[in-house]
């Protein structure tokens, strides 16, 4: 029975691009540096923080082995695998290079909106392609489908190297119901930043959060501190973030921390179409609550 390794601060690594709007391979290995001195548990990379869907198939591997070079085994590294065709995902898993990775991040598939029995199915079929750890991704706001709890237990159940999910339903009676049931073997890890503190209170066993690409080394102490124990200096630093929460995603991910990464001068604050940089009047509000960093 495989464990599941992915616990604590994980990053849900963005993608920096130049002024011109090529990947800045520099600007990258900075970030990551930063976020390893900084308490970054594990990286969760070519995911929907980083705007993969606009890389090409030279840049994610560009990417994906400059992280590897970079984290040379210092901690996990996760990296997106899904999608809404399970057989291009199979082939995937069979031909992709996944040197260097610990584990698959993989989505609920989007849009065609599956029933249970279908996303039932379409796991058991990705984790049946691979040896490595997956994690499933549970995120109805961006997939149209909500990933039940019953079907998620399902699932740990009867695949052994199905370790744990990202839980981004926002709906914590869910998440509490698949921590209640699971397996042992089987860890929930939260997918909202804003509802870790709940989360990790439930049982949750980290985070694969986007304010964690700008503030490591301040979300990872929350993160500690609650998990030993010390909910009420854990619960003061979860409330001094409320405000940067809701400032990161009132224009949509990862505009909001892109927008706060060039704030802190560590990048430009450049997107890829369709998504666009976040409003000026959210980066004069970023601006003001970074001046009294958490």
Known sequence: MSQNIFKGLGIALITPFTASGAVDYSALKRLVEYQLKSGADFFCILATTGETPTLTEDEKQRIKNLVVEIVAGRVPILIGCGGN??????????????????????????????????????????????????????????????MTAETTVRLARDCENIVAVKEASGNLEQVDE?????????????GDDALTFPMIACGAVGVISVIGNALPKEFSRMLRLEQNGEF???????????????????????????????????????????????????????????????
Do not use: W
């Not at 698959?104 to 040896?131: D, M, R, W």
């Not at 698949?178 to 939260?190: E, G, L």
């Not at 630093?237 to 929460?245: E, G, M």
């Open 85 to 146: 065709n399970t057989a291009a995902i199979v082939e995937e898993l069979h031909t992709r290079d996944f040197s260097g990775i610990d584990g698959v991040l993989s989505v609920c598939p989007y849009y065609n909106k599956p029933s249970q029995e279908g996303l039932y199915q379409h796991f058991k079929t990705i984790a049946a392609a691979t040896e490595m750890p997956v994690v499933l991704y549970n995120v109805p706001g961006r997939t149209g489908v909500n």
């Open 178 to 190: 698949i921590i209640k049931n699971k397996p042992d073997s089987f860890d929930v890890i939260s």
């Open 232 to 294: 009420e200096p854990a619960r003061k630093i979860h409330h001094k973030f409320t405000d940067l929460f809701n400032l990161l995603f009132v224009d949509g991910n990862p505009a909001g921390v892109k927008a706060m990464l060039h704030e802190m001068g560590m990048i430009e604050n450049v997107l890829r179409l369709p998504l666009v940089p976040t409003r000026l009047t959210t980066m004069q509000k970023i601006s003001e609550c970074l001046k009294f960093r958490i």
